[in-house]
């Protein structure tokens, strides 16, 4: 009788196996490997993912039967089954909680409405898909370079043709080579477009493709530019905020090989693609590529495991780009792709800073104003060539803040010390964390009953520059509304950090305001954050020779304030990198952070056979009686560190410790 191997829903370490069950007969011929089925596991009934089948077992006992076949639908490929114990691996993290996040929930009626395929069928579209994609990237690059030639530019490779090594990426691809790039995007590219064409040039070899965007606004670009380039029906865009139906219905498109290319925001990282030939990622260092659930991994080290285990193509692209690109480009593990700096000279916009030396001689107030007289000249002469004008400010909000007027102490809640803030002009104070409002606040220090703004918000800016600029409309994009475009007509446009909108010819001036809001984070990457989210707003702005302008109210000597003006990130990159390399943080090495109450954290180092060499520092407060201790270790011993915290892990659960551990390998966030 043939035996089933089950991987069972069951998140505890000491149980990260597979299960031998028997096949009963009459599901014997339905019950394959990837099949989602029903087992009886500790007295229980449990879901699970049969992951293989074979003639005996090794175990000793007697086998119990799979108690049900939930459906013939095969959902779990042998590819991504292999990728998610790879991911497992690496994380420290259980083959369960992969799968969870791998394969989305079974919607019964989605499943039932588009019956699988014969597997005749399927065999007749796999030997001819590769001539049919062919025919579809042939015709994809006819109507590029139609478009292109009615617009009067070069474009019909999506922009590619801007880089010296962008065409050579292309041709890569269209040979059936493996290439892997990390692109620094041009200000004012169609990244979309170019990813559209990479993509394409895939297709056109029988290959497919998954891209990871990380939101939605992005998903929706991507999605236009690829039914352009593809045209229908040749893609599938993969979100979970698609809703159970919708989403189970793209997953099932890919995974029975209907479509050759899935696109989405981190839920498509997993998402089953037939003969696999490139991953790409777009702006890699937005922390929505980064997963909340177990075992926490990252958008782009699963897409660059994937791409290992299936020989695929890689890109990586950004306008900005983070240490672990810059890693990839220095180890020669990838090629960079920029402009040369002809081509940069001609295509950014003239960045200017307000606070060096000779801003400050001719503006003394430049180095405490909000707004200096830079800023305010830029924004005013754009206005008047009719040209909109991005502000980009850090925090949302009215007065997110408040502090006293006389002695400058933050205003905070009596019941839970929470931040005050003000919502609008004519609101009382209110807490940010408990929602409390303080109508007759006083200043605890020294009895003020007046406030002041501390932080100021999007909401607030948009109020004053329109009193400045009253003839202008003024729109604000944040996380109430998030504007996808604009015209391109006179305006104010005030947008927190990533809900910039674009608009129609590019906007004629970019004010970068309260930079020192994410210059001074207590965070590893506050930097490179900062250098991210000024380059994506920048990125929005015409070229200097079309009058296009960009004021950053910072310090010009401020290394991320120098790498926006030179528009360099591979600079900037490369020095994080060699700094962090030197003082021993990621991604010049691993680590893992350990977060819980002192007693769990405790048990499970002195449970954990740490590998030689491995450095334990902490620990740090954690929030609500947890602290959190970080072990560090070199490179080459990541693999033995992450199964020495499995283990320990394992050897807790097993005794059913009260206390949780949170284990995350190389957090985004390390403080």
Not at 250 to 279: D, N
Not at 549 to 561: E, F, K, Y
Not at 628 to 644: D, I, K, P
Request: hydrophobic share 45%; net charge positive.
């Amino acid at each position: 009788m043939p035996v089933a191997r089950v991987c069972v829903d069951v998140p505890l370490a000491h149980l990260d196996r597979p299960f031998d069950y028997l096949v009963p007969a009459d599901v014997e011929e339905t019950a394959l490997p990837g099949t989602r089925v029903r087992v009886r596991f500790a007295g229980q009934l449990v879901d699970g993912w049969l992951l293989d089948r074979v003639d005996s077992s090794g175990h000793d006992g007697k086998l119990a039967f799979l108690e049900r076949l939930v459906s013939p639908e095969r959902v779990l490929t042998p590819e991504v089954a292999r990728l998610a114990r790879a991911v497992a691996d690496r994380y420290a993290g259980n083959l369960a909680d992969v799968l969870r996040l791998a394969v989305p929930p079974r919607h019964a009626r989605a499943e039932q409405a588009t019956p699988p395929r014969d597997l005749a069928d399927v065999a007749a579209q796999n030997g001819t898909e590769g001539g049919d994609n062919r025919k579809i990237a042939e015709s994809s690059a006819e109507r590029g370079t139609e478009r292109a030639a009615e617009r009067g530019t070069g474009d019909g490779d999506g922009g590619w043709g801007d880089y010296p090594a962008g065409p050579g990426f292309l041709r890569a691809l269209a040979e059936e080579r493996r290439p892997r790039a990390v692109w620094s995007a041009l200000p004012g590219t169609d990244w979309a477009a170019a990813y559209a064409h990479a993509i394409a040039a895939t297709v056109g070899t029988g290959r497919g493709a998954v891209a990871v965007v990380a939101d939605a606004r992005d998903l929706d670009r991507l999605d236009t530019a690829l039914s352009t380039v593809l045209g229908p029906g040749r893609h599938v865009a993969l979100s979970a905020a698609l809703g159970p139906a919708k989403r189970y219905r793209a997953f099932l498109a890919a995974s029975r090989g209907q479509v050759p290319v899935v696109v989405g925001t981190r839920a498509a990282m997993f998402a089953p693609v037939e003969r696999l030939g490139l991953v790409a990622i777009w702006d890699d260092g937005d922390d929505l590529h980064a997963e909340p659930r177990a075992p926490y991994p990252h958008a782009r080290e699963v897409l660059l495991t994937r791409a290992q285990l299936a020989d695929a193509a890689v890109l990586v692209g950004g306008y900005a780009r983070t240490g672990e690109a810059q890693q990839l480009v220095e180890t020669g593990w990838a090629r960079e792709i920029v402009a040369s700096r002809a081509t940069l000279r001609a295509r950014t916009p003239a960045v200017r800073p307000t606070g060096d030396d000779p801003q400050l001689a001719r503006d003394p107030a430049a180095a405490t104003a909000r707004l200096p007289s830079l800023a305010w000249d830029a924004a005013r002469a754009a206005l008047k060539a009719d040209a909109p004008v991005l502000v980009q400010v850090p925090r949302r909000g009215y007065l997110p803040a408040v502090a006293c007027v006389d002695c400058r102490t933050p205003a905070r809640c009596a019941h839970c010390a929470g931040p005050l803030a003000l919502r609008s002009a004519n609101a009382p104070p209110a807490c940010r964390w408990c929602g409390r409002v303080t109508a007759a606040y006083t200043c605890p220090t020294c009895g003020g009953r007046r406030l002041r703004a501390a932080v100021v918000g999007a909401r607030r800016t948009a109020e004053e520059l329109g009193r400045a600029f009253p003839g202008a409309p003024v729109r604000t994009s944040g996380r109430d509304e998030v504007l996808a475009a604009v015209p391109g007509g006179a305006a104010l446009v005030v947008a927190t950090p990533g809900a910039e909108p674009v608009a129609d010819g590019g906007y004629g001036a970019v004010l970068l305001l309260d930079t020192w809001a994410m210059l001074t984070r207590a965070d590893l990457r506050a930097g490179e954050e900062a250098l991210r989210r000024w380059m994506a707003a920048a990125a929005l702005a015409r070229p200097a020779a079309a009058g296009g302008r960009v004021v950053v109210v910072a310090d010009g000597g401020l290394t991320p304030v120098q790498a926006l003006l030179r528009w360099d990130p591979g600079w900037f990159a490369g020095r994080e990198l060699a700094e962090r390399r030197e003082l021993g943080f990621p991604p010049a090495v691993r680590m893992a952070s350990v977060t819980g109450v002192p007693e769990a954290v405790a048990d499970l180092l002195a449970a954990a056979r740490l590998p030689d060499g491995a450095v334990v520092l902490g620990p740090v407060p954690a929030g609500d009686g947890q602290e959190r201790m970080l072990v560090r270790v070199a490179r080459s011993g990541a693999a033995a560190l992450a199964r020495a915290l499995h283990e320990a892990a394992g050897i807790r659960s097993a005794r059913k410790a009260a206390r949780p551990v949170r284990v995350q390998v190389d957090p985004h966030d390390l403080f």
